[in-house]
């Protein structure tokens, strides 16, 4: 059974920083594209940033550039999102996510390209 277990939430002032851990167990991932997603209340889940394994290519939104930067190990299938500089517009619940793309061709923003997915964790960030 494949999870993906997301940990390191929390309610931060703006400014702060805080880091996210995403534990993937249940097959191999050396093939996929890691990628972290947010959503906020009353809106769409979006794209945050993504890691692929194979040339450790990384993807960031224009929104998150600068400020958060993703890292994995996959000997430990363990990604992680550093999230500094926090803006109360980070608030959201944050969602990991593994993928290989559909007929063969993997885009980070798209949410549809990711097989799995975790529960999520909350991030408030007040003003």
């Known amino acids: 059974q494949v999870q993906l277990v997301e940990s390191g939430g929390g309610l931060v002032q703006a400014g702060g920083s805080l880091r996210l851990s995403c534990a993937a167990s249940?097959?191999?991932?050396?093939?996929?594209?890691m990628g972290w997603f947010r959503q906020a209340p009353g809106k769409e889940r979006q794209f945050v940033a993504a890691?692929?394994?194979?040339?450790?290519?990384?993807y960031y939104a224009d929104s998150v550039k600068g400020r958060f930067t993703i890292s994995g190990d996959n000997a430990k299938n363990t990604v992680a999102l550093q999230m500094n500089s926090l803006k109360p517009e980070d608030t959201a619940v944050y969602y990991c996510?593994?993928?290989?793309?559909?007929?063969?061709?993997?885009?980070?923003?798209?949410?549809?390209?990711?097989?799995?997915w975790g529960q999520g964790t909350q991030v408030s960030v007040s003003s």
């Open positions: 890691i692929r394994w194979s040339g450790r290519q990384t």
């Open positions: 249940g097959r191999a991932f050396s093939n996929y594209a």
């Open positions: 996510a593994a993928g290989t793309g559909r007929a063969g061709i993997w885009r980070a923003y798209r949410n549809y390209d990711y097989d799995y």
